[in-house]
């Protein structure tokens, strides 16, 4: 099988995690394609298991004493819950003309609303039917690291160091790390495959934080409510009125947001989940701190404990680490140089795995895979990018 292969392949099993489990993984099912990578590693006569909370190792031992690095790869194995990911149908398009592309009778993409798909002219994409998401976030991930291992180990004249592999589930809800076994994965740094388009170097991410605004409001007769009832979905709609209006549908770049994810309520209680996002250490502070100062505005207003706030830290900057471990960049930057491809550094707007290894001490910034528009119906890969990428991990480890 080649990297297309795989992928097609990967996409077809459902992994969609569950942010409202407790469970280790958060569904059963994301070890339904990690068991499955460990038999094709096994197959390819590697050393591979599984661990009870579904997290995938392996190891190719080094074939040269000239590398200066052992180098680790990792993606993950968990898709989505934003969208559909039962019964993935995906389609092949080949030498995409820059037109709209039909996913059904309901779905298009455009490159007026869709600008990155000039990016991908004259290449072979997978899309959705439009009925899921298709799962390149980050199973492209997942088929570029398998399709590079069975290259390395049938090109005997590649020279390497040893080159550590690990597949994590529950990326997506931010638990993708929590039990990962740095005991077991040992290289001197690694690299996500996460990221966009091929060629991008992602070393700087949000500092990240979620917001619980819980809200107990009084239940009244109506017929006798004056004076009386508070009503805790408009005080609700009060709270999320005093934020600054920086959420992520009018934000880029560098800039940060506040994200309301969910919210449910009655008269008597409501509650807002947020997620709190900001690449500035000081002002990722002070986003929290507005929480504060909102909920003892609206508890003076209505002279009650009318608003709790519970506030959770996610993860952090990796650029503070990678500060004089910049070689680890370069060498992903001559990687993809000499695969052909222009080098883009650029920061992450989300997090990742390697975001939070970096700070359980495995430097790990993040390296693009050929995906777009991810966690949605429109999502979809480019196969021209999916085959750089492979090129892109083998010059990685490959020893002048």
């Not at 070890?31 to 050393?47: A, P, Q, R």
């Not at 076994?181 to 070393?203: H, K, M, Q």
């Not at 060498?331 to 939070?356: C, L, S």
Request: charged share 25%; net charge negative.
């Amino acid at each position: 099988m080649n990297v297309l292969d795989k992928f097609l392949r990967y996409v077809k099993i459902d992994t969609e995690s569950d942010p409202y489990s407790e469970t280790s993984p958060s569904t059963e099912k994301q070890k339904d394609l990690s068991m499955l990578l460990v038999k094709e590693l096994s197959e390819m006569g590697l050393n591979a298991f599984m661990c009870k909370d579904g997290y995938v190792y392996s190891k190719i031992e080094k074939n040269t004493d000239k590398a200066k690095y052992s180098i680790g790869f990792i993606a993950h194995v968990d898709t989505s819950s934003d969208a559909p990911g039962t019964n993935v149908n995906p389609r092949i398009i080949k030498q995409y003309d820059g037109k709209t592309i039909i996913l059904n009778d309901v779905y298009q993409m455009s490159p007026k609303e869709f600008p990155n798909l000039l990016e991908v002219i004259g290449d072979d994409l997978v899309v959705t039917d439009g009925n899921t998401l298709l799962g390149a976030d980050d199973k492209a991930g997942v088929a570029e690291i398998m399709q590079a291992v069975q290259d390395i180990l049938n090109d005997k004249d590649l020279l390497h160091g040893d080159i550590y592999i690990a597949f994590t589930p529950d990326e997506e809800i931010g638990r993708g790390t929590d039990h990962f076994n740095l005991e077991v994965f040992t290289p001197d740094f690694a690299y996500t495959f996460d990221g966009g388009r091929v060629g991008s170097i992602e070393s700087e991410n949000f500092n990240a934080a979620a917001a619980l605004v819980t809200i107990t409001g009084k239940s009244i007769h109506p017929g006798t409510a004056k004076d009386k009832m508070v009503n805790a979905q408009k005080v609700a709609i009060e709270f999320n009125s005093l934020l600054p209006n920086e959420a992520p549908e009018n934000t880029s770049g560098y800039e940060g947001f506040y994200h309301l994810t969910s919210s449910n309520g009655s008269v008597e209680s409501a509650t807002l989940e947020y997620i709190i996002r900001d690449f500035d250490w000081d002002n990722f502070q002070k986003r929290k701190e507005i929480f504060e100062t909102i909920k003892n505005k609206l508890n003076k207003k209505y002279n009650y404990l009318v608003v709790e706030v519970k506030l959770r830290d996610q993860y952090y900057n990796m650029a503070l680490k990678l500060k004089g471990k910049e070689y680890i960049l370069d060498i992903a930057k001559n990687a993809i140089t000499k695969a052909g491809v222009t080098p883009i550094f650029q920061p992450i707007r989300g997090g990742t795995d390697g975001a939070m290894l970096t700070y359980k001490g495995l430097t790990t910034p993040n390296l693009g895979m050929g995906g777009y528009n991810y966690h949605g119906r429109y999502e979809y890969v480019s196969i021209n990018q999916m085959e750089k990428a492979v090129e892109i991990i083998k010059n990685i480890v490959r020893v002048k």
